[in-house]
Every structure is written in C-alpha cells, then in structure tokens.
C-alpha cells in the first residue's frame, strides 16, 4: 500500500512539473551590445573600457501561457546565459537582481514577470585574447544566434530555456 502511494506521488510529481514547464515561456526581449570593437578601414573605434570584451545586457521575460496561476520561486533559482561557438557551449551564470530576491512569484493567467542581466560575454574565456586585436564583429555574429537564457529551479525540477531574442541594440 505505501509503495503505490510513493509510486502514485512520484508520477502526479512529476506530471506537474512537466506541465509547469509547458505553461511557462521564457523569451528574451533584447539584448543592448556595449563594450565591443568595430574595426573600418583599419581604424579601430573603441569605448574606453572594452579590455573586457563585449557586455550584453539582457531583458527577459517569463509568460504564463496557461489558463491557470503558475507559481515560481525566484530566490531558488539559477539563471544562465549560453551560446556555441565551434562547437563548443559556453556557460556564465547571471544574477537578475532585484528578481533573485524575491520568494514567489504567482503568474496569473497569461502574465509576464520581467528581469535582466549582464555580462561581459567573453571575459573567461581564451576568445577574449583570440578576438581582441581584430574587433568582435565576426564572433559577435556567430555568437548572437544562439545565446540562451536558462531559468531553472532545481528544487521544483523546473528548466525553461529562451527560444526567441526579439531585438538587439548596439549601444555606443
């Protein structure tokens, strides 16, 4: 009798999160560019303080496309930011204050909950060094495609990658 209790909870369990992961969709809504080279004529035009490699500040957002309340749990996340480039994937976690610090969050049907938050996208890495000297167009045009953010909730089993940047903007 306990173990098709245990068996019967793992399974409604289970079936929940996966259907939060269903209702829940994360996009990015832009993306603001800094910090980076553009190299014309071989002139290089630079901000004064790009020795760290392009930034990227990201605006997202998390919509409930469901017909019911969905809940998250912002302070028990981790949020990522990923892109390929070669075949390899890279990794740098993002904190999204003041997001991060907030216990619950309760998503009404088709509501959204914004966040951002940046990083320098090559700063440990061995790209910073190999791209530096040319500019980081060619890179940045590789890389852009395929930047995800991640949002997940270990405790709740909830992962939810971005599937759509709806705007990038060069910042001067």
């Known amino acids: 009798m306990t173990q098709k209790f245990s068996t019967c909870f793992l399974v409604i369990l289970l079936i929940s999160v996966i259907n939060v992961n269903a209702q ?18 071989k002139n290089i035009v630079s901000n004064k303080h790009d ?13 409930n496309e469901s017909n019911s309340n969905v809940i998250l749990n912002p302070s028990s996340s981790n949020i990522y930011l990923t892109y390929n480039l070669k075949g ?3 990794k740098k ?23 951002s938050a940046g990083d320098h996208l090559l700063l440990s890495t061995s790209l910073l060094a190999e791209y530096e ?24 089993g909830l992962s939810i990658s971005s599937d759509l940047i709806e705007k990038v903007t060069l910042k001067k």
């Not at 167009?137 to 995800?148: A, G, K, S």
Request: aromatic share 10%.
């Open 24 to 41: 829940v969709k994360l996009s990015i809504s832009e993306i603001v560019l800094s910090n980076y080279k553009i190299i014309s004529n």
């Open 51 to 63: 020795t760290d490699g392009p930034y990227a500040l990201i605006y997202c957002k998390l919509t």
């Open 88 to 90: 390899v994937t890279y």
């Open 93 to 115: 976690e993002l904190i999204a204050m003041p997001f991060v610090d907030q216990n619950k969050i309760c998503l009404r049907e088709k509501e959204e909950a914004s966040f």
């Open 133 to 156: 000297n040319v500019g980081f167009n060619e890179i940045l045009l590789q890389i852009l495609p395929t930047i995800r953010v991640v949002y997940n909730e270990e405790d709740n």
